[in-house]
């Protein structure tokens, strides 16, 4: 078809005017493409040739749905009067209508339908006969014109202009069809790949090959990433394009405010919504702040979430001021507010819609929120002005609204870019039209998938079902007939659903074997992908470097030998850096690839010239390599999203500290006047809490509460003395004023004595009348330190240390120093450090040994037994960090660790 439309061409003059009508324009220039400068031709689509010959535009389908749905207002059905009014039936209306129209069918609804409806007004009109008589010639290339307007116009064309040529679609041939399946879609388009880089070597260009679907939107993404693989130049026609994520970022939103302000809604509206470079944490701040509703609670809960994130910062930096989740609550912080200045306004324009409006109301509306969250708003704004003709009807709302544009937002495309020479087309069955390949490839030939089953117009009935299969049958047999050579190929698991699939009856009968079942097995002879290896076995025919090191992979696993797989370390650095870190893992020596080794710590670091926390100072006793990532790096693990069942830990934390330090503060007090004071302040600090934090579920927060006084009063009745009298709470060394601190506080670390200093916040000391001093450290978790101890395995450091800096700064004697846990998880057990003296100098020793560790520079992942079941690193060093150390010799830095750990 293509060369004798290509001779008809040839013979025509350059200067005469020619008329060219096909498909698309597209292919009208592939016709033109050889040719010199050409004067007067006119490269036409059907519809264009239409326009320009009336010199009218008709309505498009959506303005047809429009004036459909306006026609059905005012002039309801009396068959379908109840069903009229949903905009379902003025959708399937549009459809069967415009097919009724064009074939002159009778249609069961009659309306009075406006001047320039569709295609048939315009071809009952007058036509520019006048032009048609100027042309030269007249070409028509691949169209169907089955219906009687067509024809009718197409008849005229040809007494208007004798010298024509009309080329109508069909199969030129029916060549030989190779047939090959694969696991799964994925694996299926790389195999489309491998057989486009085979035709390659054979000498067939690129732009001699095309890759015809039948479902654009199933293999789209599979497609783009197999032939960005491969690197293969690919033409996406604009059937097989993306969709616009312009105009499903604005349905997003729309259905955002038909679900009352969904925050899943307006997350996935950020997700989609690239052009604006949203931040990606946007989307997760939405999650953890549980916004729901009204614009009010949006803003309550994202300014609670604020306030929740500042508490957190604070007892953090009380309990642990070198926590890396410090530095990521406060970039969290700036993120909410640049949240809350973009959000909320949109928010409080959505509000108001739940109320039925005009059409012409509703438009203005979208249109305003396009312009205010969209960078590319003119595409929403063409798609708009079709719905002009539904601006004077009343009372829709807005689920009515976000039917009609569902179909329309969801589906605008972006615009392919660059033109198609020299590279691979992939579009749909219609691309075939008119056009010539020297390979042709069908994916997708599963059963009920291609060709998909067919289903009778609800309005027309099966008047139109032949017609239809008769379409559907012409399109595949002009995809095969457009090509040389022709790959059939089908996927045999849909891994969307879960189930196996089968060939379709097509794909069977193009296969040409004598059986089902021989049919099957050559299909999967010729493909050589399998789930478990995804890789042929000949690395010759691998479509790029990963598959090319899994071919090799499975030839080593038949005959190793030296240097054979050298090649990895060339794939990509980061495999070989990978690879020589384990090489390194598997040395009986300790390297660098086991943590931080022979390489010297920063003296700024050494704990003789900075202070640390005691919990930082605990994790050495884990594992050094986790006390240098914590403490140094500050490294930690992302927040996952909690559960609505119970306070978060640092808020509850941080609630019984602020009620436990307001309580001392009041003073001293027999035990009934504690209780009472004690309550008072609970409801107060409960108080301010709801209004900072405006917790999701109140009802879930006030029970948190009420347990929690209820298991401080316990507390407090257990550990009551007579003889002692709490004199400080919250007593800070080196740390922020962002939480009520004891006003006898120093901005100066605390002196631990040779050399050592400590920063922290000592929660109680108590005081009796011979000036004797007890430091208790409260614990709201559970308890797995024994009742009695002096340094615990190194695990519990803050009675030593809170004892050794209260006596520095206070000058007077420390007689006891405990945890309490003062909760029902902690059973409100007691756990007591026994004989300051001997724990002091296990201390110092323990400091010793992190000292002469840190100026080595050796802090190996060396973890306590089961340390790295829990531990918030072991993506760093793997999960058989603990069974690598034991095959590691002993060092001097790993025997003073193994001593530190059997400290009693």
Same mark, same amino acid.
């Given at each position: 078809?293509?060369?004798?439309?290509?001779?008809?061409?040839?013979?025509?003059?350059?200067?005469?005017?020619?008329?060219?009508?096909?498909?698309?324009?597209?292919?009208?220039?592939?016709?033109?493409?050889?040719?010199?400068?050409?004067?007067?031709?006119?490269?036409?689509?059907?519809?264009?040739?239409?326009?320009?010959?009336?010199?009218?535009?008709?309505?498009?389908?959506?303005?047809?749905?429009?004036?459909?749905?306006?026609?059905?207002?005012?002039?309801?059905?009396?068959?379908?009067?109840?069903?009229?009014?949903?905009?379902?039936?003025?959708?399937?209306?549009?459809?069967?209508?415009?097919?009724?129209?064009?074939?002159?069918?009778?249609?069961?609804?009659?309306?009075?339908?406006?001047?320039?409806?569709?295609?048939?007004?315009?071809?009952?009109?007058?036509?520019?006969?006048?032009?048609?008589?100027?042309?030269?010639?007249?070409?028509?290339?691949?169209?169907?014109?089955?219906?009687?307007?067509?024809?009718?116009?197409?008849?005229?064309?040809?007494?208007?202009?004798?010298?024509?040529?009309?080329?109508?679609?069909?199969?030129?041939?029916?060549?030989?069809?190779?047939?090959?399946?694969?696991?799964?879609?994925?694996?299926?388009?790389?195999?489309?790949?491998?057989?486009?880089?085979?035709?390659?070597?054979?000498?067939?260009?690129?732009?001699?090959?095309?890759?015809?679907?039948?479902?654009?939107?199933?293999?789209?993404?599979?497609?783009?990433?197999?032939?960005?693989?491969?690197?293969?130049?690919?033409?996406?026609?604009?059937?097989?394009?993306?969709?616009?994520?312009?105009?499903?970022?604005?349905?997003?939103?729309?259905?955002?405010?038909?679900?009352?302000?969904?925050?899943?809604?307006?997350?996935?509206?950020?997700?989609?919504?690239?052009?604006?470079?949203?931040?990606?944490?946007?989307?997760?701040?939405?999650?953890?702040?549980?916004?729901?509703?009204?614009?009010?609670?949006?803003?309550?809960?994202?300014?609670?979430?604020?306030?929740?994130?500042?508490?957190?910062?604070?007892?953090?930096?009380?309990?642990?001021?070198?926590?890396?989740?410090?530095?990521?609550?406060?970039?969290?912080?700036?993120?909410?507010?640049?949240?809350?200045?973009?959000?909320?306004?949109?928010?409080?324009?959505?509000?108001?819609?739940?109320?039925?409006?005009?059409?012409?109301?509703?438009?203005?509306?979208?249109?305003?929120?396009?312009?205010?969250?969209?960078?590319?708003?003119?595409?929403?704004?063409?798609?708009?002005?079709?719905?002009?003709?539904?601006?004077?009807?009343?009372?829709?709302?807005?689920?009515?609204?976000?039917?009609?544009?569902?179909?329309?937002?969801?589906?605008?495309?972006?615009?392919?870019?660059?033109?198609?020479?020299?590279?691979?087309?992939?579009?749909?069955?219609?691309?075939?039209?008119?056009?010539?390949?020297?390979?042709?490839?069908?994916?997708?030939?599963?059963?009920?998938?291609?060709?998909?089953?067919?289903?009778?117009?609800?309005?027309?009935?099966?008047?139109?079902?032949?017609?239809?299969?008769?379409?559907?049958?012409?399109?595949?047999?002009?995809?095969?007939?457009?090509?040389? &050579? +022709?790959?059939?190929?089908? @996927?045999?698991?849909?891994?969307? =659903?879960? *189930? !196996?699939?089968? $060939? #379709?009856?097509?794909?069977?009968?193009?296969?040409?074997?004598?059986?089902?079942?021989?049919?099957?097995?050559?299909?999967?002879?010729?493909?050589?992908?399998?789930?478990?290896?995804?890789?042929?076995?000949?690395?010759?025919?691998?479509?790029?470097?990963?598959?090319?090191?899994?071919?090799?992979?499975?030839?080593?696993?038949?005959?190793?030998?030296?240097?054979?797989?050298?090649?990895?370390?060339?794939?990509?650095?980061?495999?070989?850096?990978?690879?020589?870190?384990?090489?390194?893992?598997?040395?009986?020596?300790?390297?660098?690839?086991?943590? &931080? +080794?022979?390489?010297?710590? @920063?003296?700024?670091?050494?704990? =003789?010239? *900075? !202070?640390?926390? $005691? #919990?930082?100072?605990?994790?050495?006793?884990?594992?050094?390599?986790?006390?240098?990532?914590?403490?140094?790096?500050?490294?930690?693990?992302?927040?996952?999203?909690?559960?609505?069942?119970?306070?978060?830990?640092?808020?509850?934390?941080?609630?019984?500290?602020?009620?436990?330090?307001?309580?001392?503060?009041?003073?001293?007090?027999?035990?009934?006047?504690?209780?009472?004071?004690?309550?008072?302040?609970?409801?107060?600090?409960?108080?301010?809490?709801?209004?900072?934090?405006?917790?999701?579920?109140?009802?879930?927060?006030?029970?948190?509460?009420?347990?929690?006084?209820?298991?401080?009063?316990?507390?407090?009745?257990?550990?009551?003395? !007579?003889?002692?009298?709490?004199?400080?709470?919250?007593?800070?060394?080196?740390?922020?004023?962002?939480?009520?601190?004891?006003?006898?506080?120093?901005?100066?670390?605390?002196?631990?004595?040779?050399?050592?200093?400590?920063?922290?916040?000592?929660?109680?000391?108590?005081?009796?009348?011979?000036?004797?001093?007890?430091?208790?450290?409260?614990?709201?978790?559970?308890?797995?330190?024994?009742?009695?101890?002096?340094?615990?395995?190194?695990?519990?450091?803050?009675?030593?240390?809170?004892?050794?800096?209260?006596?520095?700064?206070?000058?007077?004697?420390?007689?006891?120093?405990?945890?309490?846990?003062?909760?029902?998880?902690?059973?409100?057990?007691?756990?007591?450090?026994?004989?300051?003296?001997?724990?002091?100098?296990?201390?110092?020793?323990?400091?010793?040994?992190?000292?002469?560790?840190?100026?080595?520079?050796?802090?190996?992942?060396?973890?306590?037994?089961?340390?790295?079941?829990?531990?918030?690193?072991?993506?760093?060093?793997?999960?058989?960090?603990?069974?690598?150390?034991?095959?590691?010799?002993?060092?001097?830095?790993?025997?003073?660790?193994?001593?530190?750990?059997?400290?009693?």
């Amino acid at each position: 078809m293509m060369q004798r439309a290509r001779d008809f061409l040839n013979r025509q003059a350059a200067h005469r005017p020619l008329l060219i009508v096909s498909p698309s324009r597209a292919i009208s220039e592939e016709l033109t493409r050889p040719r010199e400068a050409t004067f007067g031709w006119y490269r036409l689509s059907w519809q264009q040739l239409v326009e320009r010959l009336t010199r009218k535009r008709p309505l498009s389908r959506l303005a047809r749905w429009a004036t459909l749905q306006k026609l059905l207002r005012l002039q309801p059905p009396d068959r379908f009067a109840e069903v009229s009014r949903y905009p379902g039936f003025s959708l399937c209306l549009e459809r069967s209508l415009h097919q009724a129209r064009l074939y002159e069918l009778e249609h069961p609804v009659g309306l009075e339908l406006p001047p320039d409806y569709d295609e048939v007004d315009l071809l009952q009109a007058e036509w520019d006969e006048e032009w048609l008589r100027g042309m030269g010639a007249l070409l028509v290339v691949g169209l169907s014109l089955d219906s009687p307007h067509q024809q009718r116009l197409l008849n005229r064309l040809r007494e208007l202009i004798p010298n024509h040529l009309v080329l109508q679609p069909e199969p030129l041939h029916r060549p030989k069809v190779e047939t090959l399946s694969a696991p799964d879609e994925a694996l299926e388009c790389q195999e489309i790949a491998r057989q486009l880089l085979r035709a390659a070597e054979r000498g067939t260009r690129w732009e001699e090959m095309a890759v015809l679907l039948r479902q654009p939107e199933v293999y789209r993404a599979s497609l783009q990433s197999a032939m960005r693989r491969a690197r293969i130049p690919a033409f996406f026609a604009e059937s097989a394009q993306s969709p616009n994520p312009q105009g499903r970022a604005l349905l997003s939103l729309l259905e955002c405010a038909r679900e009352n302000l969904s925050a899943l809604r307006f997350a996935e509206y950020l997700s989609l919504a690239r052009q604006l470079k949203t931040p990606y944490r946007w989307e997760e701040l939405l999650g953890a702040a549980w916004v729901i509703r009204t614009p009010e609670r949006w803003r309550q809960r994202l300014q609670g979430l604020g306030q929740e994130r500042r508490q957190q910062i604070a007892q953090l930096q009380r309990d642990e001021p070198e926590s890396p989740k410090i530095l990521y609550y406060q970039d969290e912080l700036e993120q909410l507010r640049q949240l809350e200045g973009f959000a909320l306004p949109l928010i409080e324009r959505m509000a108001g819609w739940q109320r039925s409006r005009s059409w012409g109301e509703w438009l203005s509306e979208i249109l305003a929120l396009a312009h205010q969250c969209l960078v590319d708003p003119e595409v929403i704004e063409e798609k708009l002005e079709e719905l002009q003709p539904l601006r004077d009807i009343p009372d829709v709302p807005l689920s009515e609204v976000v039917t009609v544009l569902a179909p329309e937002l969801s589906q605008l495309t972006v615009p392919p870019k660059g033109h198609r020479y020299g590279k691979v087309l992939i579009g749909s069955l219609q691309e075939a039209r008119g056009r010539e390949f020297e390979l042709v490839i069908l994916p997708g030939m599963a059963e009920r998938r291609f060709p998909p089953p067919i289903q009778p117009d609800p309005l027309l009935g099966d008047v139109l079902l032949q017609r239809q299969l008769a379409e559907e049958r012409l399109a595949i047999d002009l995809a095969l007939g457009c090509g040389r &050579r +022709v790959c059939a190929s089908y @996927p045999r698991q849909d891994q969307q =659903n879960g *189930r !196996p699939l089968l $060939p #379709s009856a097509t794909f069977l009968e193009l296969s040409g074997a004598p059986t089902y079942q021989q049919s099957i097995q050559a299909a999967a002879a010729n493909g050589c992908l399998t789930p478990a290896w995804p890789a042929p076995p000949d690395p010759a025919q691998a479509v790029d470097r990963e598959e090319h090191a899994l071919s090799w992979f499975l030839r080593l696993r038949a005959e190793a030998r030296a240097g054979s797989a050298h090649f990895l370390l060339r794939l990509s650095p980061f495999l070989a850096q990978a690879m020589r870190s384990r090489m390194r893992m598997e040395r009986t020596g300790w390297t660098r690839a086991d943590g &931080r +080794v022979s390489q010297p710590c @920063p003296e700024s670091s050494w704990p =003789n010239r *900075r !202070p640390f926390s $005691p #919990s930082t100072l605990q994790k050495f006793a884990v594992c050094p390599y986790q006390f240098w990532l914590y403490s140094a790096y500050r490294l930690g693990p992302r927040d996952r999203p909690r559960e609505l069942e119970e306070m978060d830990p640092l808020t509850r934390g941080n609630f019984v500290h602020a009620v436990h330090a307001r309580l001392v503060w009041r003073g001293p007090a027999d035990l009934d006047t504690q209780l009472s004071s004690l309550r008072e302040e609970s409801a107060q600090v409960a108080r301010e809490y709801a209004e900072l934090l405006c917790p999701l579920v109140p009802r879930i927060f006030q029970d948190e509460v009420n347990q929690l006084t209820h298991e401080m009063e316990q507390w407090l009745r257990a550990t009551y003395e !007579p003889g002692w009298q709490a004199r400080y709470a919250e007593l800070a060394f080196q740390l922020s004023d962002d939480l009520e601190r004891d006003p006898a506080s120093r901005p100066q670390p605390a002196d631990l004595g040779h050399g050592y200093r400590m920063r922290g916040s000592i929660d109680r000391i108590e005081i009796n009348g011979q000036g004797q001093l007890k430091v208790v450290d409260l614990k709201t978790g559970r308890n797995k330190i024994p009742q009695v101890y002096r340094l615990a395995r190194g695990e519990a450091l803050q009675p030593v240390l809170y004892a050794l800096a209260v006596e520095q700064a206070l000058d007077a004697p420390v007689v006891e120093s405990r945890l309490d846990f003062m909760t029902l998880r902690g059973n409100f057990s007691q756990s007591r450090l026994s004989e300051i003296g001997e724990a002091r100098a296990l201390l110092y020793e323990a400091l010793g040994a992190l000292q002469q560790s840190m100026q080595a520079g050796h802090l190996p992942a060396y973890p306590k037994v089961d340390g790295c079941r829990y531990c918030d690193y072991r993506g760093v060093c793997g999960p058989e960090a603990q069974s690598r150390a034991r095959r590691k010799p002993p060092s001097t830095v790993t025997q003073a660790v193994d001593r530190w750990r059997e400290m009693p």
